[in-house]
């Protein structure tokens, strides 16, 4: 068994793919690294199949008809052996000397059984956004105890716009898969169902306050670009749907205890999503658009009352419906602030 399977969905991803791979090598023979090919059209499966036979025993190339971002995680799970699972995207890259500390950090635990096994290590992430001056730091330092297993009743207040991501997170590879999650095919923005959904069956957690994952942004084809995003906005909406319908029948279920920390910091995330979808309908100016909005907000409304309630008086909720040119105006501003703040898009 392998301490650590890397996959890296690939989809016509030539000019950068190298790169990132290059630097998941150097884990060694510990570490696994799935190239997934996802129906490329480009050169992509070549170099895939070159990086595996120059890195034997550490890449693997794996090839598939498309089926989108999510298709592609689901293979690198399904393929996976090594005891603890990452995804990193073809265009990022991680860092060296904070990749030698990860690891060292969960060999301690690749012995570990019941009570002790370590369910997700997280670590911080650096926007690496293009022609930037100075990149933003995700970190979780007044969040998360550093350098020490704990639970969820130990984890602190989150601040607004500070979420554990894709980027930020290795997950024991048989949690994923006894929680069952399988992500959407052909579907963008799913990143926010893999770091959703697992949260109420993590029981131990371990926080390294390392740099580690460099994700870049900038490229006016990114998924994360804003007017891209605007455009999916129907698939944002989707993956929005899917969280709500997740949470909220986890709770009736029991499997999300209310009041508990978790249920809080899977509440706050939902909001941010719900949030992100509409504020993006807003800055449309489109009238589709806006009725999308409007649906995730009937849609909650009709799956969840209290839990609408409790979302629409809320901040963002109030907000997002302040009426007229005016209140959509203050919306956009804020927005524009955020970014400017956090370095998204």
Known sequence: MKLLSIAVPCYNSQDYMEKCVRSLVVGGDEVEVLIVNDGSKDDTARIADALAQKYPGIVRAIHQPNKGHGGAVNTGLENATGMFFKVVDSDDKVKASAYKTILDTLRKFSTKEGEEQLDLLISNFVYDKEGSTHCKVMEYRKALPKDRVFSWEETHRFKKGQYILMHSVIYRTALLRECGLKLPEHCFYVDNIYVFNPMPHVKNMYYLDVNFYYYFIGRNDQSVNEEVMIGRLDQQARVNRIMIDYFSDGVASGL??????????????????????????????????????????????????????????????????????????????????????FGFN
């Open 256 to 341: 999300i205890e209310e009041k508990s920390h978790v249920y809080k910091y899977m509440y706050n995330y939902l909001e941010i999503i719900t949030t992100i979808t509409s504020v993006l309908a807003i800055r449309s100016d489109d009238d589709e658009k806006m009725q999308i909005m409007k649906d995730i907000w009937a849609y909650l409304s009709q799956k969840d009352a209290k839990l609408y309630k409790k979302m629409r008086n809320g901040a963002f909720g109030i907000a997002l419906h302040l009426p007229g040119r005016a209140g959509r105006r203050i919306v956009k501003t804020g927005y524009s602030i955020a970014r400017n703040i």
